[in-house]
């Protein structure tokens, strides 16, 4: 009895699309636009900054973070970016897709302030926190 129960049911299906059965794909074009994307950065981690690193936890709204850059990504949907990291308005910065936090060892004692900004596959700044914290001179590594 299960099996023809099983094999009426596979008739049903005869002759449909999956996207008759399953409906639309989750990979069409969205109708309206995405909302913008937005960083939200926290302080560095307390315990290690105490011993003189910099553990700054972030998070992205309205995108993924995905090691895919170039034009041809600005086309997929949900957003997908990176970061741009730059360390005491140093002229360099480097750019991460890992989706971890930001970790700063080394640093001297004192004050010191990371800029991170999201950004598209094509590099395009799309939001930007900068946050300032002290190493402290018992923490600080040489």
């Not at 099996?3 to 008759?20: F, M, Q």
């Not at 995108?63 to 600005?74: H, K, N, T, Y």
């Not at 004050?111 to 900004?117: A, D, G």
């Not at 300032?132 to 018992?138: D, G, H």
Request: overall charge negative; glycine content about 8%.
């Amino acid at each position: 009895m299960g099996a023809s129960a099983t094999c009426a049911w596979a008739e049903r299906l005869d002759g449909l699309s999956a996207a008759d059965v399953l409906g639309p794909a989750a990979v069409v074009p969205l109708e309206h636009p995405q909302p913008p994307a937005r960083l939200i950065v926290d302080a560095p981690l307390a315990g290690p900054l105490r011993k003189g690193a910099v553990f700054i936890q972030y998070r992205a709204e309205n995108l993924r973070i995905e090691p895919v850059f170039g034009p041809d990504a600005l086309k997929v949907t949900p957003r997908i970016g990176h970061i741009h990291v730059i360390v005491d308005d140093n002229p360099w910065h480097w750019a991460d897709a890992s989706g971890e936090p930001v970790i700063l060892v080394g640093l001297p004692a004192g004050k010191h302030k990371v800029t991170i900004i999201l950004a598209d596959p094509t590099h395009k700044p799309l939001d930007s926190k900068t946050i300032a914290f002290t190493v402290p001179a018992q923490g600080a590594h040489h």
